[in-house]
């Protein structure tokens, strides 16, 4: 009863005069009761269920109603004077260990060998430490994002299919344009602040080059090969000149120093608003260099990601002049690259905290 | 989209594309696909399941003598089919059960050893030659069921088709190894034209060098028969130009509906749809054929539903709580936006998803009206989300198809219906065109685009020369013209999607295929990469606490609803989610502490005695947005440690307050300067106004915590939770933790040295006695303090705190004993200096705390 209403039920008036003299009488023997769950099984309780039969028909509810906010109430108290009981003494918060306690007995970390780093976070290092060494400066993506940067800004006109494709997670919040918030789908909500906060880059002669890591959402039911929740890494690069051959290589480059091993890239073309041309990639297997395995499913190549020159419309809209510049993006997936390093079997076991689990990955 | 690859090279022969598409094999087509078109999902085998079905002449028939319904019958195969008793003619006996067989007609006959194509990729049925009741059947004569190409089983399939006795079933209708190629959809978003066979076809072609010809009928301004029987007259009014660019339509009479042509049959049921009569068939596969949805009206239904002489169509929004029966039984009323095809009194049809009820042709239809329509695709997308409605012609409308082929396919169904359906042309071509002029003068959506050489080589990389990009863009029939570097790309009028530079240099690259790319890094500055510093603090708070023995866990940023209640936290703060498919996914987190309180109680089950889950995360409060309206996003760092009673009774003494303490101490040794690290009592109020802060602190059990300050800095909480919280999330007794802005970690201090002195130390321990509610810390800070001031000079001094205690016959003070370690510069110090030293402390210690030293 009381859990269920989750108020803090107190001096309630009661309209029934029974009912009132009642609570006080037993608020008051609660009050000097030794274990005050005792009063719950108060005789002029039960006296009071008692006289319901009694009533004319049409007040039985309201009396009901009535004592059981009354039970409540004293429910409330007692569980009250438990916490109470159970409370701790306050402690001097500003000492390093507790009085009297000995020097063998203070507290200690726990021994480094039980310590793990999460997978997916010491995956994100690596590469993250790649595109460090090839250039790139990193920035972390958005968790929670407007319909503008999700959409519009990639050149997802309002209403356009390509928007379909993506089971968006939205707030009942709105944002100024009256758009509910949205759970990006994909780090590209970060393209075109990319292109506005380095455009000073381009005007010094330099390109803007940034991978973006960050959690994205996608409105899933889950089972062993779909999260809701999984990690992408964008990249973003744009200078003069820049073309779709410099794409293919920059990514057969980062994989080959990825997986420390030649890698060979096929692309594929693809569609992508934001972005024109569009590919998808697929490498060769990294596991069976080609010959064959299950993560390849036999077939000696990955699909991994999606990628493409960025769209004109694009760069325009991030205030870089696509007569003059030109540039590419990626998308892919962490998750994926872990699950395939390690042979991880189940894509929920990265969200689930257990032990189990993240200890195997020191 | 799915498309036979022998239909495709069977009207590519027929109209006159150079070269075959699949001359290199299936395999490589399927490659070729991969790398230049998009996806292949799937390639099913849809023909090799007639390969033996063989065309047959009934030859004679007569009644079984001993059943009442079978016929025994013989056949004439021109004597194609080895091993098989024959008869003095050469004939084959066959038993038959159907109704229709009968001497004379053409049937699919399925010899001894066939397999029942019906049951080719399930349980293969193999024929035999048996006796059925005394006489001997060779095989059967198969039914369009029994050869899976619809469900029709009330007789055998009698083949209107004159093929000559003996020919190879698969080999008349070009089924011989036919493979269904499935590409899929998503490439497509962009390329209306790809939902038709043709559009696909001309990829195939473009994609491996071959110029390919579009059929004469595809044209821009087709002819349509002028008007060759009594007149049906129809209007066509307009109200929504803007939503609805160009309505064509035309009527026809004496039309026969019934069943469609075998290769009509065949082709539909090749990618997946059903045979339903001649002249829906012909309308479904002209779309599927050219991406264009056609709707045909029962003519005299429209014409009846206004009580005139004339048919009228009216394309208008709803009207007031107007309300739809559809073709597939459901009564709708349409969103208010809709756009609806009525009659001057009710509605007949939703534009672009579906055609209504009361007006559908049947079996009795005699006169119709044919309709060639383009739609707003955005509109009729909304519309068909909007009541949960997708239909082929939805997911063609809502690619945008072009306005301007709406006549060709028009007439070309008006042309094979005349052939085939008897119909005759009852009105002149209807065209409600609203498209621009320069549109309808140029036979182009999009102007032509002037471009050169270098646009596209640079940004592809490549090497092209003008004439080589001619061919490739117009071997899909592009309109191309070259003046030296300069091209002018005109798009044919089909394509929607050519409208920038950029596009061409898609269409270039695709076409000439992008594996062909010199792989080349770009070339740029040598300006080092800037660090990120949140990567930098992340990675060494990572390391700093696993090297502690504490495991970083990720947990979703979204919680329960009833998580915020465990943990006393209030919702109202949240940012809730609209539309998720789960209730543990209702709101995004306040904290990360709740989230991770979650999972101690899974983790203590799973046997683990003590552990420390830490969390480096975001979260949001409706409280915290930005000059756009845009929430703050807030970096925190999060642990909670837990730890058995067993664990606990030989590893520990004292509250769990000081586990975490320890915990927080170590991580931020190396990120702020200790001295400055304060702990103050946490009193919930002070936090008015810094609503997510309040809502950071609501798990923890002020009595028992302490709020963090680097100087003046605010920085996080460390401490135990409430019982409550402990209770509903069942912590075990020994819990603790803290959670800490990101922020109180984006300066690095990094260690700072002091010179060692090179005379050796003195040790001494001081204990004072101070009143029990005599914080430490302020104790501490006045030692040190003083051991500031009085120290000698150039001495090296060092504090540490040995132990706290209190004696049971006197509660009211505490004993904390420092151990000072000093050394000096200069000199080798004596006890006796050291011991003046601390006669300087606690005088002042006495002075200002009445502490005693013991």
Redesign the interface.
Known sequence: MAAASGTILSNMNYQYPKIAEAAELLKARAASLENKADILKAVELRALYGEIATLPVDERANFGKEINTLKAELEQLVAASQNEAEALPPIDITAPFDTNVAADKRPKLLPSEAGSIHPLMQELETVLDIFYRMGFTAIESRELDDEYHMFSSLNFPDGHPARDEFDTFMTVQQDHNGHPLIAPAHTSIMQNRMLRAHADNLAKGEPIAVVIPGRVFRNEDLDARHEHTFYQFEGLYVDKGVNAGNLLATFKTFLSEYYQQDIEIKSQPFYFPFTEPSFELALSCPFCQKKGCNICSQSGWIELLGMGMIHPNVLREGGVDPEVYTGFAWGCGLDRLVMMKYGIEDVRHFESARLDFLRQFV | MKLSVNSIQGFNKLYGTTGDVAADGIDKLVEKI??????VEEVVDFGSKYKDVVVAKVVSCRKHENSDHLSICTIDDGGVVADVARDQDSYVQVVCGAPNVREGITVAWLPPGSTVPESAGKEPFVLLARAIRGEISNGMLASIRELALGDDHAGILEIADDIKPGTLFADYYNLQDDKVIDIEN??????PDCFGFLGVSRELAGIQGMAFKSPDWYQLSPEFPTIEADELSLTVHNEIPELVPRFTAITMSNITVGPSPLWLVIELTKVGLRSINNIVDYTNFFMLETGQPLHAYDYDKVKALDGGDAAHIVVRYPRDNERIELLNGKVINPRQEAIMIATQTQPIGIAGVMGGASTETDEHTKNIILESANFD??SV??TGMAHGLFTDALTRF??GQSPLQNLAVLAKVVDEIRQFAGGKVTSAVIDNNNLPAAVMERASLHPAIPITVDFIN?????SLSADQIKVLLENVECTVAVDGDKLDVAAPFWRTDIE?R??V??EV??LDG??K?????????I??????N??ES??KI??A??????????????VHGNLF?KVGQDKSQA????????PD?QY?RLSLTPS?LE?VH??VK?G?D????FE?G?V?G?AETDE????K?FGRIALVWAAGPKVVAH?????P???A???V??LLSDHITLQKLR?V??VVADYAGHELFQQMLAPY?P????VLYDGERLIGVV??YK??VAKSLKLPDYCAGFELFLSAFNSSKGSSYVALPRFPKVSQDITFKVPVNL????L?NLVWDELGKAQPERTFPSLS?V????RDDDTAH?QVTFHLSIASYEKTLTGTEVSKLFKTIALVAKDKFGAKWV
């Open positions: 991969g790398a230049q078109l998009g996806a998503k490439m497509f978003t962009h390329r695709m955005y997308r909304r809502n690619k640079e940004r592809l990389g490549s920038t950029e596009d240099v898609e690259g695709r992008f594996d790319l010199p792989l080349v890094l770009p070339k740029r500055t300006t080092p990469a800037k660090k990120d949140l990567f992340k990675r990572r390391q606490l696993s090297k502690a023995g504490a495991n970083e866990v990720l947990t979703y940023s979204f209640e940012f809730e989610l609209s539309n998720a498919l789960s996914l995004y991770l999972k899974p983790n799973a683990y003590e552990f420390a889950l480096i975001t949001h409706k756009q309206g845009l929430p996003e590893k520990y003494e004292g509250a307050f000081y586990e303490r320890k915990f101490v170590d702990f009592p946490l059990e009595d028992r915590s302490a401490g135990e019982r409550s914080p430490y810390q302020e501490y705190t132990g706290i205690y209190q505490k």
